[in-house]
């Protein structure tokens, strides 16, 4: 597991975003945490990326952790918007997936 900061371009403005990526290859995987916050999430990732061929990326919510927040990222679809620029996937491709291999995974904490 390893932790970088990348910046994000969006019209509003750049935004660095500290991301969490387990795993060594494959696909890429977007782990979002809730409330909680981003160590609500570590060990799910960790195992996630342990167990199947993913590149698991957890970002870190600007804001969350005591990372600076500008102050026109003040909704879920603008940081909607901040996250699509992660990763291009879409989820589709790996909903099935999850579907069949559900039972194997551990249930996050």
């Given amino acids: 597991m390893s932790a970088r900061t990348i910046t994000v371009t969006?019209?509003?403005?750049?935004?660095?975003?500290?991301?969490?990526?387990?795993?060594?290859?494959?696909?890429?995987?977007?782990?979002?945490?809730?409330?909680?916050?981003?160590?609500?999430?570590?060990?799910?990732?960790?195992?996630?990326?342990?167990?199947f061929p993913f590149r698991v990326l957890s970002p870190v919510y600007p804001g969350?952790?005591?990372?600076?927040?500008p102050g026109w990222l003040d909704s879920m679809g603008t940081l909607a918007g901040v996250l699509g620029g992660l990763e291009p996937q879409p989820v589709q491709e790996h909903q099935g997936f999850f579907r069949r291999h559900r039972g194997d995974l551990p249930h996050a904490r």
């Fill in 64 to 69: 969350f952790s005591g990372t600076a927040r």
């Fill in 10 to 51: 969006t019209p509003s403005g750049d935004v660095p975003l500290t991301v969490t990526e387990s795993g060594a290859g494959g696909r890429p995987v977007l782990l979002l945490h809730g409330g909680a916050g981003p160590d609500s999430v570590t060990g799910f990732g960790e195992a996630l990326a342990g167990r």
